[in-house]
């Protein structure tokens, strides 16, 4: 009938959410185990957190290269040779005898979240209404919020309960899940539009885009700095047991999406200007509690 809006594809978008799902819970949940891994591996704590380093390293400079490098192959092929990369890399840091071991299984998983994430996101938006690619791209990257929200906590619980390398098994259980829907739901000839070089230095030439990429890049190094290092903190600082800790942690990931949704509602009655300096002013505000507590727990 004339006048319908088109559905959103449901089934495709939620494998690639899935896929992200994958991805956030693999390299979020260190927070989670970096004590265990410190324990076991004979490292300070301080080496562990640098796993998380490794990882966005990889990650920040791998992402344009693979997308310029290999993006004239077929997408669904890339997706699942992206989840792949996230699959062995778990199975690797899941069997690494070594810590040095652990750190290339980093970097396998990283390069596979480089190549998986930015072509979701293009393939959400080819597969989706022109009017509801918004809606498609927050649907699959409400993957890696939900990772964030219950994700590390189950990761954490796993690992307290079973080891952490059980962690790292079910990241790659999930990861081969992805795979295989990604496989059945998202068809062979989906097309995104090609990259560039002339495309990024297009961007490149946005001050106005750059000056959000340093924002985004300052926030979140603020955020995942602490968060990378909040079990210890949480554990030797304010003395919580475990337990304690798994909910502080599942905590953070529903404020997480309560967040996100708020700043949904927010952004359209005060725009995105406002927005954005009251969720840095209350982020700033929750870091400066946490340093004031450090400081008073450790005179």
């Given at each position: 009938m004339q006048g319908e809006t088109p559905r959103l594809p449901r089934g495709p978008l939620v494998t690639l959410a899935l896929g992200n799902f994958a991805i956030g819970m693999g390299s979020l949940v260190i927070a989670g185990i970096i004590k265990l891994?410190?324990?076991?591996?004979?490292?300070?704590?301080?080496?562990?957190?640098?796993?998380?380093?490794?990882?966005?390293?990889?990650?920040?400079?791998?992402?344009?290269?693979?997308?310029?490098?290999?993006?004239?192959?077929p997408r669904r092929t890339l997706l699942v040779v992206g989840l792949a990369g996230v699959l062995v890399g778990?199975?690797?840091?899941?069997?690494?005898?070594?810590?040095?071991?652990?750190?290339?299984?980093?970097?396998?998983?990283?390069?596979?979240?480089?190549?998986?994430?930015?072509?979701?996101?293009?393939?959400?938006?080819?597969l989706s209404?022109?009017?509801?690619?918004?809606?498609?791209?927050?649907?699959?990257?409400?993957g890696l919020?939900?990772?964030?929200?219950?994700?590390?906590?189950?990761?954490?619980?796993?690992?307290?309960?079973?080891?952490?390398?059980?962690?790292?098994?079910?990241?790659?259980?999930?990861?081969a899940a992805g795979m295989l829907a990604i496989g059945r739901a998202i068809a062979a000839n989906v097309t995104t539009p090609p990259v560039n070089l002339a495309a990024w230095g297009s961007v490149l030439r946005q001050s106005g885009l750059l000056l959000a990429v340093g924002v985004t890049l300052v926030q979140s190094t603020a955020q995942f700095v602490v968060f990378t290092y909040i079990t210890p903190f949480l554990g030797q600082g304010l003395g919580l047991a475990a337990s304690g800790i798994t909910w502080l942690l599942l905590g953070f990931g529903v404020a997480s999406i309560l967040g996100n949704f708020a700043a949904a509602q927010t952004g359209d009655r005060w725009g995105a200007r406002r927005t954005v300096l009251v969720t840095l002013g209350l982020l700033a505000a929750a870091l400066t509690v946490l340093s004031l507590t450090a400081g008073t727990l450790g005179a």
């Open positions: 891994i410190a324990a076991e591996m004979h490292v300070s704590v301080g080496a562990v957190g640098q796993l998380v380093t490794v990882y966005a390293l990889t990650y920040a400079i791998a992402s344009p290269l693979l997308v310029l490098s290999v993006g004239h192959l778990n199975v690797v840091g899941a069997l690494a005898p070594t810590f040095g071991v652990l750190v290339v299984a980093r970097v396998i998983a990283a390069l596979g979240a480089a190549l998986f994430t930015p072509l979701a996101t293009g393939v959400a938006a080819a209404p022109p009017a509801q690619r918004g809606q498609a791209i927050g649907l699959v990257f409400g919020t939900v990772a964030t929200a219950f994700g590390v906590p189950l990761g954490t619980v796993l690992g307290q309960q079973f080891g952490w390398r059980m962690t790292f098994v079910v990241v790659a259980v999930i990861s």
